[in-house]
């Protein structure tokens, strides 16, 4: 099968086609010089271009804004407009498109398949279809021969041939166009503001914990670039929740974004935001009294910043090319530590006081508590520990707010042994159960005995936080542990609650810990 063949081509500059383009037209270049990342992809940019005297200037930097955050800061009357002309540009440096327009008015010379059909010979016609219309030019290659035209089937073509292709091909490209009204100065700069999908950065942590008393914190972040070039341009991180509530939607102002796709995305489409949001890495995640990651945390922090709860944190100017990702350390900081070993023991019963399977894993963990020792908020992350130069674990570092305390599991304790045990107790005067009625329901009152044993199979001593979550009033307990009511339990016919304990374990020692409480049990 021969290959399509075009003559090579030379560079020429992009020239309109377009008879409305006025001839006083000025091109203009713009240039990105400063972006601030969230992360979830989107990138707040600004644009800058230097005008001369009023006139008509054209920018073939057509941004794609999201729905109103598209905005003009200037020292003159801008007006701001997006166009689609019919522009020549270099053959060699765009992508082929349909034949029928690349090679229209040209002569060419049509290859078939199979060796018993000759060539055909001739002028590829030029159309332009009416709108919304399918027209033969999208089915055939329609040529004017010699003899009148031709319809080739393009399934039956090996290979085209012109000898005069030329070096440019038109395309349909958006430009931007400002036109400065009347001004008595040399030069007016233009700065355009939007909000844009394509650039976007991850965080992540590095804890080392080789001082058994003082650990070291390194923040690090990973840029990629989809949006476009970057030169020199000032790049700030965003920690905070993005509340884009449009982020679906394309401005009217974009390129090839017609009014059905505007008014389709403005109507529905936003629970791609919610689930986007929902993610905790994406957005930001705090650390909370009642998160199971999380126990008797100090929430005291370091005041810092005024206004909404956004952190800019600047990274220096940089370079990227469209495609381009960079790594670089953010921040660096050291805080004193302790090693705790967390245990939760989830609740075994619902809100009406049944048996159910429990939240939780139930499992002892490795933990470090700490205070955070930047100057700034820790955003939602992955932090890996490591000591010694060995990785210890990784897992995720949620939103804390400088100088407040937080608890990072990193391993399961596997060298601690822990078992819980729990049992309704039997009434031995046969008086039976306290029935009451609650709601139109009727309960069991019942008091529940239960046990805690643990067990430190290491060489060193460990501190044991244990945080067992049940239903119910307390009636008894060992050690005297901290009791904390947890909010989902505040309108359930039980309470929610969680004893607390701190417990520590020397090398090889075992404790038992017993507690009851009573439960309003839904018959």
Known sequence: MRALRVLALALVPLVSTNPLAAADETPAKSKIVAVDLFKNGLAVVK????LGKAGVYVLDDVPTPVHGTFYIDSTGTVDVSVQTRDVEVPANETAPGALQDDLAGKKVTVHFRGANRPPVSGTM?????????????????????????????????????????????????????FTLKDTDKPQTVVSVRYIATGMSWAPSYRIDITDPKKLALEQHAVVKNELADLAGAEVRLISGYPSVEYSHVRSPLAPRTSLASFFGELGGGRHREIDALSNSIVSQQAISLNNYRVHNVALGATPTGEGVDLHYQSIGKRTLAEGDALGTT???????????????????????????????????????????????????????????????GQRTSYWVNAGEETVLRVEKALSVRTRASENEKVERDGSGREVIWVGGRQYRRTTVEGEIAVSNNR???????????????????????????????????????ELIWTVPLKGGEEKKIKYSYTVLAMN
């Open 47 to 50: 644009r800058e271009t230097t």
């Open 459 to 497: 060489k060193e001593a460990v501190s044991l936080v244990i945080r067992r979550r049940f239903s119910g009033e307390l009636v008894t307990a060992e050690g005297a542990p901290r009791t904390a009511l947890r909010e989902e339990g505040v309108y359930s016919v039980n309470k929610r609650q």
């Open 330 to 392: 953010v921040a660096k900081g050291t805080a004193d530590y302790e090693r705790i070993v967390e245990w939760l023991i989830p609740d075994s019963r619902d809100t009406y006081g049944r048996h159910s399977d429990g939240t939780g894993d139930g499992e002892a963990w490795d933990a470090l508590k700490f205070k955070n020792p930047l100057s700034f908020p820790m955003t939602t992350g992955p932090a890996t520990v490591t000591a010694n130069g060995k990785f210890n």
């Open 125 to 177: 016609m030029k159309f332009k279809p009416a709108k919304g219309e399918e027209t033969a030019a999208n089915r055939f290659y329609v040529l004017q021969t010699a003899k009148g035209r031709a319809y080739v089937d393009p399934a039956d073509v090996s290979a085209v041939e012109s000898d005069d292709a030329g070096t440019t091909v038109t395309r349909r490209k958006p430009r931007l166009v």
